[in-house]
T-cell receptor, first 117, second 114 residues
Framework: KQEVTQIPAALSVPEGENLVLNCSFTDSAIYNLQWFRQDPGKGLTSLLLIQSSQREQTSGRLNASLDKSSGRSTLYIAASQPGDSATYLC????????????????FGQGTILTVHP | DTEVTQTPKHLVMGMTNKKSLKCEQH?????MYWYKQKAKKPPELMFVYSYEKLSINESVPSRFSPECPNSSLLNLHLHALQPEDSALYLCASSQVWTIQETQYFGPGTRLLVL
């Protein structure tokens, strides 16, 4: 059974800092890994998706890396801003025995990020 | 249009009521999902539909009844709920399980069961 862990559970930083959020998963047979952002009481917004064959993806100030063999992913946020304050969720889509996927995402518990001015 | 819409935004119901949640997307996605999210917890998958057929039921109690009447609509019928069913209910949609599949989430329906 896939288990996803995110560290730290909460992070508070001053504006302008670069920061790293960590995600680890127990089963390396993954299809892809996604990072989401969730604002309080709202739905999830997909930030980056890394396919199992890829090592990293970049979008603006965000960079996500994937090391499938060690079961780890990191989300790097450069030059953080107060508007980045939100909960960041890592989600893994695993493969089944046939190497395909049924679309089920397993989420980590999330990292609550606060960027203060 | 990359939007998933959900109605209503908020719902309060008694334990004897029957209500329905609605989800709609017009991105041509053929996979649709219901998730339940309790406060300060990650979303938990409830149901997955692909090509309008139920493909995953994560052992959800029968008081939750999903329905996919067409490729754009997903409903969740609620009956005889318990107070512990109070949560944010999220709908999502995606292409059917390509390796680049991204799930697009709606804003959710916040449900309170009294």
């Amino acid at each position: 059974k896939q288990e996803v862990t995110q560290i730290p559970a909460a992070l508070s930083v001053p504006e302008g800092e670069n920061l790293v959020l960590n995600c680890s998963f127990t089963d390396s047979a993954i299809y892809n890994l996604q990072w989401f952002r969730q604002d309080p009481g709202k739905g999830l917004t997909s930030l980056l998706l890394i396919q199992s064959s890829q090592r990293e993806q970049t979008s603006g100030r965000l960079n996500a890396s994937l090391d499938k063999s060690s079961g780890r992913s990191t989300l790097y946020i450069a030059a953080s801003q107060p508007g980045d304050s939100a909960t960041y969720l890592c989600a893994v889509r695993s493969t089944n025995a046939g190497g395909t996927s049924y679309g089920k995402l397993t989420f980590g518990q999330g990292t609550i990020l606060t960027v203060h001015p | 249009d990359t939007e998933v819409t959900q109605t209503p935004k908020h719902l309060v119901m008694g334990m004897t009521n029957k209500k329905s949640l609605k989800c709609e997307q017009h991105m041509g996605h053929r996979a649709m999902y219901w998730y339940k999210q309790k406060a300060k917890k990650p979303p938990e998958l409830m149901f997955v539909y692909s090509y309008e057929k139920l493909s995953i039921n994560e052992s959800v109690p029968s008081r939750f009844s999903p329905e996919c009447p067409n490729s754009s609509l997903l409903n969740l019928h609620l009956h005889a709920l318990q107070p512990e069913d109070s949560a944010l209910y999220l709908c999502a949609s995606s292409q059917v399980w390509t390796i680049q599949e991204t799930q697009y989430f709606g804003p959710g329906t916040r449900l309170l069961v009294l």
